[in-house]
């Protein structure tokens, strides 16, 4: 999916109050008269796929299908925080499961790839958990060579 320019596409909608889309098909003429009803899951499809919602519905049906695509044991223990340019990032709850789950990386991947529909995943990056921070405080140095920096 090519990316758009939002701006340009807004300008063409005031200046014409039609947006057209690069190879896109002509919209499909509706059958029946303006104002008659259609049904609720046309419209939502129509919808999607005009305004190329696509990938992100995938996006979220992964993150709330997780603990079934890659079972209960894995679940618990790590959570896919984000994906940006087909990278999903997973954080666990310890390093140990962090070394566990980069150890079979290749293999959850797959998994992703197969079950979740429409998703389109092409590397995993594993992180451990959140860990404090000793570069703002109090008791922090400019240029200091590390935390807690008291040797000379």
């Known amino acids: 999916m090519a990316k758009r320019d939002l701006a340009l596409d807004l300008f063409k909608l005031f200046k014409t109050g039609v947006i057209r889309k690069p190879n896109k098909p ?3 003429v509706r059958v029946g008269q303006p104002g008659d009803p259609e049904l609720i899951g046309g419209v939502l499809n129509d919808l999607i796929s005009e305004r190329e919602w696509d990938s992100g519905l995938a ?5 709330v299908n997780w ?3 890659v079972g209960d044991e894995i679940s618990e223990h790590a959570q896919p925080i984000s994906i940006l ?8 709850s ?20 197969k079950d979740a529909t429409g ?15 000793w ?7 400019r240029n200091a060579r590390g935390p807690r920096d008291t040797y000379n």
């Open 85 to 92: 340019d087909n990278v999903l990032t997973i954080q666990s």
């Open 67 to 69: 603990k079934k695509i």
């Open 119 to 133: 998703v389109l995943i092409e590397r995993l990056v594993i992180i451990g958990p959140a860990t404090p921070t």
């Open 135 to 141: 570069k703002k405080g109090v008791r922090t140095i």
């Open 94 to 113: 310890s390093t140990a499961w962090a070394t566990q789950l980069q150890l079979i990386s290749n293999e959850l991947l797959l998994t992703i790839q």
């Open 26 to 28: 002509a919209p499909t």
């Open 59 to 63: 996006e979220g049906n992964l993150f």
